[in-house]
């Protein structure tokens, strides 16, 4: 019996959460030491264009909605009242002071490895934290990959993007089983993406 003493923080825009991110998320707890993941929904990343984000308050709350009935997932709007743009590093600091009982773990892709060494303060992430990571396609080897702090872990490889799906919406095609159903339910309601 693995001891389920971590808390993964998954951080993302989630623009849209979607059934990907569910899987990986549950894949993440009940196959490794991890017992509850966090998704941490971004104001903006630093990489990362603002242009094609939808407003913070719903993203964050198509992510509420997404794990509401799922005691094992949360969903935190932290980054909302942090300096922006919201750096890891600072958002692990300010966690780790508010919840010194939590053991927290990130939770990656391995798309993020090549260009690890541009975050913030990524020697000290490597050095105080633990990094989980799920596979992503054509994923170039990085000078990171064996470092004991990056875990491996053998998820499901999961194609589904955030970006093919705001894409098809704005084809107009019908991509409800991408989604969770009230999140779909959601974003159809509010008219998102479709143009």
Avoid at 164 to 175: V, Y
């Amino acid at each position: 019996m693995v001891l389920k003493n971590k808390t993964g923080l998954f951080f993302g825009s989630f623009n849209p959460i979607h059934q990907g991110h569910l899987m990986i998320a549950n894949y993440m707890v009940e196959f490794t030491d991890i017992g509850q993941v966090w998704f941490i929904v971004s104001p903006h990343n630093p990489l990362k264009e603002k242009t094609s984000l939808l407003a913070d308050h719903h993203r964050l709350a198509m992510a509420n909605i997404a794990v509401e009935d799922d005691p094992r997932f949360r969903a935190s709007n932290i980054e909302f009242h942090l300096p922006q743009p919201s750096y890891t590093i600072d958002t692990l600091t300010y966690l780790a002071e508010k919840y010194p009982e939590k053991e927290f773990v990130l939770i990656c892709g391995s798309d993020n490895l090549p260009s690890f060494s541009k975050w913030k303060n990524y020697e000290e992430l490597l050095t105080c934290y633990h990094l989980y990571i799920y596979p992503r396609q054509k994923t170039e080897p990085s000078p990171f990959d064996s470092h004991p702090h990056i875990h491996f872990t053998q998820a499901p490889l999961i194609e589904v993007s955030s970006s093919f799906i705001r894409q098809g919406i704005k084809e107009g095609m019908n991509l409800r089983q991408f989604l969770p159903e009230k999140v779909w339910k959601y974003l159809t309601e509010m008219h998102f993406y479709e143009k």
